[in-house]
Nanobody, 115 residues
Framework: QVRLVESGGGLVQPGGSLRLSCAASGFIFSIAAMGWYRQAPGKQRELVAGITRGDNTHYADSVKGRFTVSRDNAKNTVYLQMNNLSPEDTALYYC?????????WGQGTQVTVSS
């Protein structure tokens, strides 16, 4: 079945950077469009970055110019480089196909931006 394991989150000061990773299995990763999503307390989960199987990328306006999504099909892994982080980026970050093809989500990785 679909399995998604996110990692790389942590506590970072405003202006700092983090790189998230997501190891995927249970489906043909190389032909799947993938996305990074986040959910902040009291808010709905939102898509922040997506990458197609052809490496076309798109971003939410709130992260455009600061976040970069990439993928390594040989490793079945998708990445999210996050720069110039702000407290508003604090959330639990998940990856999934885009759109999500199953109801199964990984455990996510917590990103906390605070001084």
């Amino acid at each position: 079945q679909v399995r998604l394991v996110e990692s790389g989150g942590g506590l970072v000061q405003p202006g700092g950077s983090l790189r998230l990773s997501c190891a995927a299995s249970g489906f043909i990763f190389s032909i799947a469009a993938m996305g990074w999503y986040r959910q902040a307390p009291g808010k709905q989960r939102e898509l922040v970055a997506g990458i197609t199987r052809g490496d076309n990328t798109h971003y939410a306006d709130s992260v455009k110019g600061r976040f970069t999504v990439s993928r390594d099909n040989a490793k079945n892994t998708v990445y999210l480089q996050m720069n110039n982080l702000s407290p508003e980026d604090t959330a639990l970050y998940y990856c999934h196909t885009n759109p999500p093809l199953t109801r199964n989500w990984g455990q996510g990785t917590q990103v906390t931006v605070s001084s």
